[in-house]
């Protein structure tokens, strides 16, 4: 397989990189920068990978990296945790993934040898959020868009691609949920937990859909080879969980208690809009078509998934 992944420098491209080198993959990365992600590679794999230069913009450019590539993977967006969002930041975080999405499709449309399979990543961010979520109420991929900065941010980069339909080229679109590993989202949780003084932030009551990198990557590989996995996949644990469960569990397997609470207020005052959004509301997503297309997930279980992170 030759998979070219836009995007490969992040924590997610680069679990998927090494993932896709134990499955003999050749992959080829695009960079700005391509010297600077030779820190990529894992050993003993240089010669099953390659940079290539690539603004992010371009389609002429990077049709000249995907053409005959089996696999495409979008990864390419401006990190949405970093900073305060500003409107300079918010026009940063949609731009970087609606001019990546855009680029893809006009250089797809050049080729007569397009690459077979496309996927475009996204987040569970689409369906909006709210502050709790009953039992027995969940989204689906058949779930409509929601409301808020993120809601619009990802149906902005999904519709970017959308001209690649029907033009020879499978597409599929991965709207991840809070990605669980040695980077991401976790990191900024241990601090305050391994000194003893974690707990949950706001209410507790909101729903974090998580899903273990390792899954996370495997689920991208998985619907690359699987020719009927097309359109939308969410890419989540199909046992979400709570603000409190998530930080219970993660005090548990540390060994550390969780009992200190942000309140809503605090977060609010130093993060703004990004707080409410992305800590204060939640979501509970279910991967109800990447489980009918026959994927088994490693770690569906948070203590299992959690374990797995912090005991390697």
């Known amino acids: 397989m ?7 420098s992040g924590f997610i491209g680069r679990a998927l990189t090494s993932r896709l080198l134990e499955h003999d993959a050749h992959v080829v990365v695009t960079s700005r920068n391509p010297e ?11 010669f099953n990978v390659d940079f290539a230069l690539w603004d992010g913009k371009n389609p002429e450019q990077l049709a000249t990296h995907i053409k005959s590539a089996d696999a495409v993977i979008n990864l390419i967006g401006s990190n949405i945790g970093e900073g305060r969002w500003t409107e300079e930041r918010k026009e940063k975080i949609r731009s970087s993934r609606v001019n990546a999405g ?17 996927i475009q990543c996204s987040a569970i961010g689409y369906y909006g959020g709210s502050p709790s979520s009953p039992e027995d109420s969940y989204m689906t991929e058949e779930s409509p868009a929601g409301q808020g900065f993120l809601a619009s941010v990802c149906k ?3 519709a970017s691609t959308t001209c690649m339909d029907g033009d020879g080229c499978r597409r599929a679109i991965v709207r991840t949920g ?17 000194m003893g003084v974690g707990g949950p932030l706001g209410s507790g009551n909101q729903v974090m859909s998580w899903i273990h990198i390792q899954d996370e990557v495997d689920a991208i590989i998985h619907i690359i080879n699987t020719p009927s996995c097309k359109g939308v996949f969410n890419l989540t644990s199909p046992n ?3 603000m409190t469960t998530f930080c219970n569990t993660l005090g548990a397997t540390l060994g550390k208690p969780s009992w200190l609470r ?14 409410e959004e992305l800590i204060l509301q939640g ?11 026959g994927f088994c997930f490693t770690y569906p279980s948070l203590d299992d998934a959690l374990k797995n992170i912090l005991q390697q």
């Open 262 to 275: 942000v309140p809503a207020t605090v977060l609010r005052m130093t993060l703004g809009e990004m707080a």
């Open 2 to 8: 030759r998979a070219v992944l836009l995007g490969g």
């Open 156 to 158: 902005d980069w999904e």
């Open 178 to 194: 809070l990605v669980l590993g040695n980077g991401g989202v976790l990191q900024k949780f241990l601090p305050p937990f391994r």
């Open 283 to 293: 979501q509970r997503v279910l991967p109800e078509k990447l489980l009918e297309s």
């Open 240 to 242: 979400p969980a709570t």
């Open 102 to 118: 855009t680029a893809l499709c006009k250089a797809v449309s050049m080729l007569e040898d397009k690459p077979k399979v496309a």
């Open 36 to 46: 600077r992600g030779r820190y990529l590679i894992p050993e003993g794999h240089s």
